[in-house]
């Protein structure tokens, strides 16, 4: 008898048959479409019809590579290059994997940044601080400086780089200068006065708040929408901002938000042999405005370790002001307005960093720019804070082993234990974006770059400019121009000098100086632990 199951198996494999050879067809042409594009864009690019993205960013002429796909430091076809430059030795490139973000080192889409800022400082610093300090803010979204140089900054190796940089307005300190200052509208005022005819500290208090009075009218003029005065040892930090960008973090800031205050985070060290600040120093010591007061009072002598106060130096901030009418400065630290007072308002996360007695090397380059004698009684002429008191009378009296043994009892954290502890406590804080930014610029050959562009040549006028400038001294201001003195007669500084009109006297706040942060008292034991 004939199996009805073999008769109908012919029926069942054919259709089974037509469905493989289809599925294999369709297999076949997914596989070759992607191939044929890939090809084709391969095609097109080696013939010049797309732009290669490795070189589309570079320099004109250069032949740099894209960030990341430079030779391995283990190859021996690395060619090494070496920086002329002694201010500069440690700014060229390393053997490490390039920064991603810039190849071009000047940044021209800075100028269609909005808003618009700029930060103004008043410096004597080298290449070696400022240009990381310079192109750390270019990274988080400023597009404009106005440098206030004299000293090592307003020499001609250093001030040629400084101006080659696109941006970037130096202003020297020349008789010229300080001749049209001492004729500007604060030096005639009162609320600076009490900071007036005082050395050292005082003197450059004076000069930073006179520098930003200038400040503002360039800004205003180059149509700038923010102003920040920032020391040269500083750095912003846009904590709490999308993409890390101070630009973003301003133009979330309401309309009628006049200034922006920046707490600051203090520079806690872990060794006495830093070079480099910005890029080997990680730890911080958190400001009073982002610790609970509980926290902040508890482990208040477990943080200042036998120092006069929680912070090494000032813990009042900067501040960022809109640019607008009868804007003026108020001391280093704080803007005003003749009309008004300001909206202020005070960032929960964002602050200012500020890498203080950093290097062993800060505690005798304090004393070697003030002309104080090492006592008490006389160092309060110079400073205004107690521990640059103290440091300047060790640096003054003290061999260099008791200064380093002074600097690690006072400065450098050197107990474990207590660092793990206020870490956890949220007292110290590690912050590593801008270590991870600068030290990626460096990388890439940002500062190198700058260096090698800068014009090999100065004009003659430029060049006794900066000469005339760099032979300023401390005391020049008072030296050049006597009618700065006010005679010490029963006429008081108040009266000499040209009050504010009476609408506007119920705004004459005096100029905020450097502050330390709260202390504790007897009331506050309490929450010790």
């Given at each position: 008898?004939?199996?009805?199951?073999?008769?109908?198996a012919?029926?069942?494999?054919?259709?089974?048959?037509?469905?493989?050879?289809?599925?294999?067809?369709?297999?076949?042409?997914?596989?070759?479409?992607?191939?044929?594009?890939?090809?084709?864009?391969?095609?097109?690019?080696?013939?010049?019809?797309?732009?290669?993205?490795?070189?589309?960013?570079?320099?004109?002429?250069?032949?740099?590579?894209?960030?990341?796909?430079?030779?391995?430091?283990?190859?021996?076809?690395?060619?090494?290059?070496?920086?002329?430059?002694?201010?500069?030795?440690?700014?060229?490139?390393?053997?490490?994997?390039?920064?991603?973000?810039?190849?071009?080192?000047?940044?021209?889409?800075?100028?269609?940044?909005?808003?618009?800022?700029?930060?103004?400082?008043?410096?004597?610093?080298?290449?070696?601080?400022?240009?990381?300090?310079?192109?750390?803010?270019?990274?988080?979204?400023?597009?404009?400086?106005?440098?206030?140089?004299?000293?090592?900054?307003?020499?001609?190796?250093?001030?040629?780089?400084?101006?080659?940089?696109?941006?970037?307005?130096?202003?020297?300190?020349?008789?010229?200068?300080e001749?049209?200052?001492?004729?500007?509208?604060?030096?005639?005022?009162?609320?600076?006065?009490?900071?007036?005819?005082?050395?050292?500290?005082?003197?450059?208090?004076?000069?930073?708040?006179?520098?930003?009075?200038?400040?503002?009218?360039?800004?205003?003029?180059?149509?700038?929408?923010?102003?920040?005065?920032?020391?040269?040892?500083?750095?912003?930090?846009?904590?709490?901002?999308?993409?890390?960008?101070?630009?973003?973090?301003?133009?979330?800031?309401?309309?009628?938000?006049?200034?922006?205050?920046?707490?600051?985070?203090?520079?806690?060290?872990?060794?006495?042999?830093?070079?480099?600040?910005?890029?080997?120093?990680?730890?911080?010591?958190?400001?009073?405005?982002?610790?609970?007061?509980?926290?902040?009072?508890?482990?208040?002598?477990?943080?200042?370790?036998?120092?006069?106060?929680?912070f090494?130096t000032?813990?009042?901030?900067?501040?960022?002001?809109?640019?607008?009418?009868?804007?003026?400065?108020?001391?280093?630290?704080?803007?005003?307005?003749?009309?008004?007072?300001?909206?202020?308002?005070?960032?929960?996360?964002?602050?200012?960093?500020?890498?203080?007695?950093?290097?062993?090397?800060?505690?005798?380059?304090?004393?070697?720019?003030?002309?104080?004698?090492?006592?008490?009684?006389?160092?309060?002429?110079?400073?205004?804070?107690?521990?640059?008191r103290?440091?300047?009378?060790?640096?003054?009296?003290?061999?260099?082993?008791?200064m380093?043994?002074?600097?690690?009892?006072?400065?450098?954290?050197?107990?474990?234990?207590?660092?793990?502890?206020?870490?956890?406590?949220?007292?110290?804080?590690?912050?590593?974006?801008?270590?991870?930014?600068?030290?990626?610029?460096?990388e890439?050959?940002?500062?190198s770059?700058?260096?090698?562009?800068?014009?090999?040549?100065?004009?003659?006028?430029?060049?006794?400019?900066?000469?005339?400038?760099?032979?300023?001294?401390r005391?020049?201001?008072?030296?050049?121009?006597?009618?700065?003195?006010?005679?010490?007669?029963?006429?008081?500084?108040?009266?000499?000098?040209?009050?504010?009109?009476?609408?506007?006297?119920?705004?004459?706040?005096?100029?905020?100086?450097?502050?330390?942060p709260?202390?504790?008292?007897?009331?506050?034991?309490?929450?010790?632990?």
């Amino acid at each position: 008898m004939t199996n009805p199951y073999h008769l109908h198996a012919p029926l069942r494999s054919a259709p089974q048959s037509s469905s493989q050879t289809f599925t294999a067809k369709l297999l076949l042409l997914l596989t070759l479409l992607p191939l044929s594009l890939a090809a084709l864009a391969f095609i097109l690019q080696w013939r010049g019809g797309i732009p290669d993205p490795t070189t589309r960013w570079s320099p004109p002429g250069s032949n740099h590579l894209f960030p990341g796909m430079e030779a391995s430091p283990l190859s021996s076809a690395v060619v090494r290059s070496s920086s002329s430059s002694s201010d500069c030795v440690n700014l060229g490139r390393s053997n490490s994997p390039s920064f991603p973000y810039y190849q071009n080192w000047k940044f021209d889409s800075a100028a269609d940044l909005k808003p618009k800022i700029v930060i103004t400082t008043s410096t004597s610093a080298g290449l070696d601080q400022i240009l990381p300090w310079m192109f750390y803010h270019k990274v988080i979204g400023v597009s404009t400086f106005f440098l206030f140089v004299e000293g090592k900054a307003a020499s001609p190796e250093v001030s040629k780089v400084l101006e080659s940089i696109p941006g970037v307005k130096l202003i020297y300190r020349t008789k010229e200068l300080e001749e049209q200052q001492a004729r500007s509208r604060i030096w005639n005022e009162t609320w600076l006065s009490s900071f007036f005819y005082k050395p050292c500290n005082y003197e450059l208090f004076v000069k930073q708040s006179l520098n930003m009075e200038m400040a503002i009218v360039m800004a205003r003029d180059a149509g700038m929408d923010w102003i920040i005065h920032l020391d040269t040892d500083e750095l912003l930090h846009p904590a709490g901002a999308k993409e890390y960008s101070l630009r973003q973090l301003l133009l979330d800031v309401p309309g009628n938000v006049d200034m922006v205050i920046f707490s600051n985070y203090e520079s806690s060290v872990e060794r006495d042999d830093i070079k480099e600040p910005f890029t080997e120093v990680s730890m911080f010591k958190k400001n009073y405005d982002h610790v609970p007061k509980d926290t902040y009072f508890g482990m208040y002598k477990e943080s200042t370790r036998g120092n006069p106060n929680y912070f090494l130096t000032y813990g009042n901030g900067k501040s960022a002001a809109r640019i607008q009418d009868h804007l003026r400065p108020n001391g280093a630290h704080r803007w005003h307005n003749y009309m008004k007072t300001p909206n202020e308002i005070k960032l929960e996360e964002a602050a200012v960093l500020h890498y203080t007695y950093a290097k062993f090397s800060d505690l005798t380059s304090r004393r070697d720019r003030c002309g104080c004698k090492p006592t008490r009684e006389d160092v309060k002429r110079c400073f205004m804070l107690e521990f640059d008191r103290a440091a300047f009378i060790i640096a003054s009296t003290a061999t260099e082993e008791e200064m380093l043994k002074w600097y690690h009892e006072h400065i450098v954290w050197d107990d474990k234990d207590i660092r793990i502890k206020l870490l956890r406590k949220g007292i110290l804080t590690r912050i590593y974006a801008p270590m991870a930014i600068i030290q990626g610029l460096k990388e890439s050959g940002v500062f190198s770059s700058v260096i090698a562009s800068a014009s090999t040549t100065l004009s003659k006028e430029k060049f006794l400019a900066t000469i005339d400038s760099s032979n300023s001294s401390r005391a020049t201001a008072s030296i050049s121009h006597p009618s700065r003195k006010i005679s010490r007669s029963s006429e008081s500084m108040a009266t000499a000098r040209k009050t504010l009109d009476v609408e506007v006297a119920e705004f004459q706040e005096l100029a905020v100086p450097p502050l330390s942060p709260p202390v504790m008292d007897d009331n506050q034991l309490s929450f010790e632990v």
